[in-house]
Each structure stands twice: as C-alpha cells, then as structure tokens.
C-alpha cells in the first residue's frame, strides 16, 4: 500500500490477556518506529528498527512489552500480561533509512482498550 | 536534539493565513526542523521540513530566520480541517533517527 498499514485499528481485551499488534511499514522504508500515545497525552518513543535489528529499545515501558521485525517489513509490538494502563493508541511509522534527512510517516495507530 | 518552544494554543479565521512560530534558539548547524500535525489522536501527519532555506510545498510553507534560531509555519489558507496540535521538532542529521515530540501548539481555525 501507499502509507504505513496497522492492524488492528481497534483492540479491547481483557486484564492480563497477551495483545499483538501489527505494521506493515511503507515498501522499501528500512527505518520502523513504534510510537504509544495514552488519551489526552504527547506521543512516547517505544523502539527503533533499522533493518530487522533494534539499535534502541529504550522507550519499552517494561518487559512485558516486546516487538520484532522479520524481512526487513512487517513489525510485531506484544505486550504480555496486558493492564489498564497499557491503554493506548499505538502508533507505527517508517522511513526511508533512519538519517534525519528523510521523513518519518506515521500509520492511523491500533487503539488499545484494556478492560 | 535542540529544544523547541511553542505557544500552547492559536486562533484563526476560516480563509486567512495561519503562522505558527517555534523557537528553536539552541538548534545546531547539522539540525533539521520538521513540522507534523496531528488531527484528534490520529496518526501524524508529516508537513514540511527544512535545514536553512525557505521551503514550501503544497500543503505550507516554513520560513527559518537566516540565524535558524525561530522559524514559523505558514499554512496560506486555513480550513475547519486544519484544526489540529501542530508540532516543531529538530533532528541532528546523522545519528539521530527519531522523532521527539513536545506538546506543540493546537490551532483553533474557526469559521
């Protein structure tokens, strides 16, 4: 597709339930970036993936939060054991390469919902 | 990444230019500005970008003082759509890959 594709757009689960959500990043972008942005609030870095490696996972909130790359494409964010603060809006978004130069874009977000 | 600063919230009238500033005085040489906006938690939506030069595009225009310590967003013709919390950010070229947002300026464009 043109823009960077997320999946599922909403989400609600239950308290300690394990979530996956999924991004299809824009075709050849090397960069991939997760992004969480909880109601009302500015947007938290999670995790930088330059190819199918992660050079920066500082953003990852705990270790129930975990993402991977395969094929240099589509990206996985898990997040185990879900609570009530992991309600969010998760965004995604790719770029080129990761050099300041080119521009970041960002996918609709999945909305995650823990009841 | 150098610092920005934004007024918390701006007006507009439907159809007059909307110019939104962003101090950036401690920006290095090697440092991007880039402008997002972001419609109702939607996802962001990529504006402009420059290093020193005036630049415009179909959707704005950003003007960078010839010191690139400020520069301001113009959007020429402001809709109802273009409400939204505009951001400025700076990224040093190279080494820094990623995007760090501050609270931006919501714009108001009222009919």
């Known amino acids: 597709g043109a823009g960077v594709s997320q999946s599922p757009s909403n989400k609600v689960t239950e308290k300690g339930k394990d979530v996956e959500l999924r991004c299809d990043p824009i075709s050849g972008h090397t960069a991939l970036y997760w992004y969480r942005q909880r109601l009302g609030q500015g947007l938290e870095f999670l995790i930088y993936?330059?190819?199918?490696?992660?050079?920066?996972k500082s953003g990852l909130p705990s270790d129930r939060f975990s993402a991977e790359r395969t094929g240099e494409s589509v990206s996985t964010l898990t997040i185990q054991r879900t609570q009530q603060e992991d309600s969010a809006v998760y965004l995604c978004?790719?770029?080129?390469?990761?050099?300041?130069?080119?521009?970041?874009?960002f996918g609709e977000g999945s909305w995650l919902t823990v009841v | 990444d150098a610092k920005t600063t934004q007024p918390p919230s701006m007006d507009c009238a439907e159809g007059r230019a909307a110019n939104l500033p962003c101090n950036h005085s401690t920006i290095s040489g090697n440092e991007y500005v880039y402008w997002y906006r972001q419609i109702h938690s939607q996802g962001p939506q990529y504006i402009i970008h420059?290093?020193?030069n005036n630049e415009t595009n179909e959707m704005a225009s950003l003007i960078i003082t010839e010191d690139r310590k400020s520069s301001t967003l113009i959007l020429p013709h402001a809709t109802l759509r273009d409400t939204a919390v505009y951001y400025c950010?700076?990224?040093?070229?190279?080494?820094?890959?990623?995007?760090?947002f501050g609270k931006g300026t919501l714009l108001t464009v009222n009919p």
């Open positions: 950010i700076v990224r040093v070229a190279g080494s820094n890959y990623k995007l760090t």
């Open positions: 420059g290093l020193k």
């Open positions: 993936f330059q190819g199918n490696s992660a050079p920066d």
């Open positions: 978004a790719s770029s080129r390469s990761g050099t300041a130069g080119n521009t970041i874009y």
